[in-house]
């Protein structure tokens, strides 16, 4: 017997079963085997051409009938075609099944989760265990969050676009998260509004980003543990340590920010409200050259590879409206009066000519917290990569601040 369990969902192959919270529940045969499709192949983009080939025996069949056919498995799924937290639409190019499946037969798991061959260990790749729950935040917005690794833990705060799936294997962040889990034990969650956490969402304040937060260390039965905070996930872990003293053993601050952009200097706000006006109308454009160079800001030196993955990620992600929402909301975030009363230690990373947040953020937040150290990477990326020469750098400086002193 074959079945597929994702969520709180089961597909059984053999008895065409489709099951919720254990409840068998009636599918249309077409739309059963659609599901199983995209199941099957979870995490692959899946052409409309090779969709119409394995469910509609390669017929000719409307576009309507298609649309028709993915809502009605989006229901099914407790997803619709805004959200698209499950079922994913790629314009003009297919569709993408984002949320991990386990499939449960001869105790085999889905591709996406075995376990990787010694050159990808040795390629730096994280390692085979991670493993996604669910959380609800204080509103009752599902919050998805992973643990990975070994070692003492350390929590990983939401920040600007994640996905945790689509992370695991990207080109940027798989190096990155590898070298973590070799370490520690990481905690990291979708942020409200992206990724595998609930999409569509009204609250995008900052008291909902501190609560998504507290849901996640909670649910993972944390006690005192260092916070790492990168871009906008700082304003965020910065609250959280004020509001939370005796949980956080050690805070690290990396490329982040106290004050918004939008207001800061006028020149700055003028640009942030630049950027949102080509988001609203660039960020859905089939072939986006917005994408591509707001992609570009983060990495300059990342590789095409890269920066193709990055594109990917702000695609599948997030909608437009709410990629909008959320960047505007980021850019909004003042925690400025709480700087001088966190007295957790505190370590500041920031590259010195990092084009999303400028060094002078991090600099006041040194000056002005009681308990704090920075230091300056000769780099103008935004996130850390391999190849970038600040790479070993910066994770010294991190395995130092947090072993040498202790974690909690």
């Known amino acids: 017997m074959t079945r597929y369990r994702f969520l709180d969902f089961e597909l059984d192959t053999d008895a065409f079963e489709f099951r919720s919270g254990g409840v068998v529940q009636r599918l249309e045969p077409q739309v059963f085997d659609l599901l199983r499709y995209l199941v099957e192949h979870s995490n692959r983009l899946i052409g409309r051409d090779e969709l119409i080939d394995q469910v509609w025996g390669g017929r000719i069949v409307s576009e309507a009938a298609i649309a028709s056919r993915i809502n009605a498995a989006r229901q ?123 999409r569509v969402v009204e609250d995008l304040s900052l008291d909902a980003m501190v609560a998504d937060l507290e849901a996640v260390v909670d649910a993972a039965g944390l006690g005192c543990f260092p916070l790492y905070a990168t871009s906008q996930g700082v304003p965020v872990g910065l609250e959280y340590a004020m509001r939370h003293p005796g949980r956080v053993a050690r805070l690290i601050l990396h490329g982040g920010y106290h004050r918004g952009r939008l207001l800061r200097s006028e020149q700055e706000r003028v640009q942030g409200e630049a950027i949102l006006a080509l988001m609203e109308h660039g960020w859905a454009a089939e072939g986006s050259h917005f994408l591509q160079a707001f992609g570009s800001l983060f990495i300059p030196d990342g590789t095409p590879e890269q920066i193709r993955s990055l594109v990917e990620l702000q695609k599948i992600t997030v909608a437009a409206e709410t990629a909008v929402r959320l960047r505007r909301a980021f850019d909004s975030l003042d925690v400025t009066d709480r700087l001088a009363k966190i007295t957790t230690p505190t370590l500041l990373v920031h590259g010195r000519n990092d084009g999303v947040h400028p060094l002078a953020q991090s600099l006041h937040m040194a000056a002005t917290m009681p308990d704090a150290e920075l230091i300056v990477l000769e780099t103008r990326n935004h996130i850390m990569l391999k190849h970038d020469p600040a790479w070993p750098v910066f994770f010294n400086a991190l395995e130092r601040f947090l072993l040498s002193k202790g974690s909690g």
């Not at 080109?171 to 070298?179: S, Y």
């Open 76 to 198: 099914a799924v407790c997803d619709d075609g805004r959200s698209q937290s499950v079922i994913v639409t790629v314009t003009r190019r297919g569709f993408r099944f984002v949320v991990p499946v386990i499939r449960d037969d001869d105790g085999s798991i889905s591709p996406q989760e075995e376990a990787p061959s010694s050159s990808a260990a040795a390629a730096g790749e994280p390692p085979s265990d991670q493993k996604i729950r669910i959380c609800r935040s204080g509103d009752g917005t599902k919050i998805a969050f992973a643990t990975f690794g070994a070692g003492s833990p350390v929590v990983r705060v939401g920040h600007w676009l994640t996905h945790l799936e689509h992370d695991w294997r990207s080109p940027i962040w798989r190096p990155f998260l590898g070298a973590l889990g070799e370490t520690f034990t990481v905690v990291r969650y979708d942020q409200r509004g992206n990724g595998l956490s609930d």
